[in-house]
């Protein structure tokens, strides 16, 4: 089974990639870094999702916030604790004494030209282990990355959250060597929306799995009619299905990426289109996916 780290600022859609994530990989550990809500709401999020879906994994806690320190949190997206207000039961586990990028380190070192990141967060955990270790680059067999807007921000006019959030640390990740597939936001509002029939139908099955979605997703889906969208809109968990079906690609392009860090244009993915820069191509960028495969796929794991 192929072996993951999941990086993350643990909420509502992030949950829902990490189910995907320890359904389909066996998941070393989870990396907590700043970024959807209070760092302590995320930490307990991930711990409770490991420990209600039966698996375990160590939870390492990375900085409490971005490298220049300047983002704020969006509760108004996933909930007053980032699982949509869920009053649930204190986990049992602790988060692990080791710091994230020191556990990525070390993890990669033992699972060398086997190990895979899926970073559906802002990139500071990954960025502080590269600049520690730059050799992390030749052990880390894939990073996958949910991040960057071609045109249509959700937190700027032009800037997706988690660029936004630490650009800086995006900027250095994407720079450094890394096998890098991006997942955009544009693409996940088109591919990975799940309607309200879904919801609907997902709320009649009465599982362990489709409860834990109904709850955790509930801000989220409100805050997703509320902004336009026909239902939940799940970039982090496109990426993880990505990640482990490559065939819900549709159409991708293989560009060099960078990332802007200055004034309105902060967190801006920039993509060299026409070769304008002479840089060389660092990212497959994904413009297109299969809604339907991803669908079924989500779908699949909530029965």
Known sequence: MRKILFDSDTASDDTLALLLAIRKFEVLGVTIVA?????????????????????????????????????????????????????FPEPSKSPDSEFAADALLRISKAYSGELEILAVSPLTNIALAYLKDPAVVRRVKKLWVMGGAFYRGNTTQIAEFNFWVDPEAARIVLNA??????VPWETAE???????????????????????????????????????????????????????????????????VDVETCAGGRGAMLLDSYGLTGKQPNASVVYRADSSKFRELVLSQLS
């Open 35 to 87: 970024g959807n809500v209070g760092f302590e709401n995320q930490v307990r999020n991930a711990l409770f999702t490991l420990e209600y879906f039966g698996y375990d994994a160590p939870v390492f806690l990375g900085p409490r916030r971005p490298i220049m320190g300047i983002w704020k949190t969006v509760e108004e997206v996933h909930g007053a604790n980032g699982l949509g207000g869920w009053n």
């Open 177 to 182: 060597g890394f096998d890098v597939t991006i």
């Open 190 to 256: 088109q591919s990975a929306c799940i309607s309200k029939a879904d919801w609907e139908d997902i709320a009649r099955r009465k599982t362990k799995a489709s409860e834990f979605f109904v709850r955790s997703n509930a801000a989220l889906l409100n805050y997703s009619l509320r902004s336009g969208a026909e239902g939940s809109v799940h970039p982090d968990s496109l990426t993880a299905a990505i990640a482990f079906d490559q065939s819900i690609v549709t159409e991708a392009k293989t560009l060099a």
